[in-house]
């Protein structure tokens, strides 16, 4: 059965800091790996999308990378800002077990302070 | 462009009484579709999915049910609604079952 984990659970850091928000998986048998932000009480954005046969993806201030093999991913932060205060879930989405489905993390909620 | 919409954002509704949960998807033809619950502090766990009108597929058994009576349109129900059907539900849209995924902004339900 797929799990996926999201270490820290919450992170505090003043603004302008490079961060790291980790996210591991128990089975390697994935198409892709998804990043989501989670605004309270709103729904989720996606930020990034990695297939099966990448290593990495990148957009703007964010870079997600992905090592199948070892069931990791992580999501990088450069020079935090207040307004990326919010829940980062990662989500994979599995081969076997029914492919149409999102298997979520419980969330890494990160907070930037000025 | 693709847009989802869900409504109502919020929902207080008291035990034993029916529901009903809208999502419709703009831009796109034959979606796949889902429905997540989010329980505080838990994450999101998979209710239903749908590949095609009048195909559901369900992940848990629960007090819930959803229909597809149109390409675009998902809506999530119940006859008689329980304390516990509190949560936050999400709707989603993919274009295929590996491609990425997109999230309304979510109906929070109350059940009282």
């Known amino acids: 059965k797929q799990e996926v984990t999201q270490i820290p659970a919450a992170l505090s850091v003043p603004e302008g800091e490079n961060l790291v928000l980790n996210c591991s998986f128990t089975?390697?048998?994935?198409?892709?790996l998804q990043w989501f932000r989670q605004d309270p009480g709103k729904g989720l954005t996606s930020l990034l999308l990695?297939?099966?046969?990448?290593r990495e993806q990148t957009s703007g201030r964010l870079n997600a990378s992905l090592d199948k093999s070892s069931g990791r991913s992580t999501l990088y932060i450069a020079a935090s800002q207040p307004g990326d205060s919010a829940t980062y879930l990662c989500a994979v989405r599995p081969v076997s077990g029914g492919y149409n489905k999102l298997i979520f993390g419980a969330g890494t909620r990160l907070a930037v302070h000025p | 462009s693709q847009t989802i919409h869900q409504w109502p954002a919020t929902l207080v509704q008291p035990v034993g009484s029916p529901l009903s949960l809208e999502c419709t998807v703009e831009g796109t033809s034959n979606p796949n579709l889902y429905w997540y619950r989010q329980a505080a502090g838990r994450g999101l766990q998979l209710l239903f999915y749908?590949?095609?009108?009048?195909?559901i597929s369900s992940e848990v058994p629960q007090n819930l049910s959803a229909s597809r009576p149109q390409d675009r349109q998902f809506i999530l129900s119940s006859k008689k609604l329980l304390l516990s059907d509190s949560g936050f539900y999400l709707c989603?849209?993919?274009?295929?079952?590996?491609?990425?995924?997109?999230f309304g902004q979510g109906t929070r339900l109350t059940v009282v």
């Open positions: 989603a849209w993919s274009a295929a079952s590996n491609t990425e995924a997109f």
């Open positions: 990695i297939q099966s046969s990448q």
């Open positions: 749908s590949v095609g009108i009048g195909q």
């Open positions: 089975d390697s048998a994935i198409y892709n």
